[in-house]
């Protein structure tokens, strides 16, 4: 499992800067930049935002990866130690990042 802190707050997994989802999707399979990369388990926070008192957040989950030219790729699966998702307040998953992706390009 990936140690994930996410800053994503508009998202409805987010709770305490952590994800209450216990497995996300990184996409951007032409990625080059962190920025061509988007979590594609973002779903926007709608009205009061209150989460079910079973969403507990966690530091570690699974990443599926689908950024086929990051070094942290192994197998469809992230296996950096540690990754951050960006994007603030995100009205969409595009508006996203995984801001740990490094190309195997450089």
Do not use: W
Request: with cysteine; charged share 25%; hydrophobic share 25%.
């Amino acid at each position: 499992m990936t140690r994930l802190d996410c800053t994503v707050t508009s998202c409805l997994y987010n709770k305490e800067r952590c994800c209450c989802k216990d497995n996300i999707e990184v996409e951007g399979s032409r990625a080059r930049h962190s920025r061509d990369t988007c979590c594609a388990s973002f779903r926007e926070r709608h009205g009061s935002g209150v989460t079910s008192s079973v969403d507990i957040p966690t530091k570690n989950t699974n990443v599926a990866c689908q950024v086929m030219e990051c070094t942290f790729n192994e197998g469809c699966r992230c296996q950096a130690k540690h990754i951050g998702i960006a994007g603030g307040a995100a009205c969409d998953c595009r508006e996203t990042e995984c801001a740990t992706f490094r190309c195997k390009c450089e």
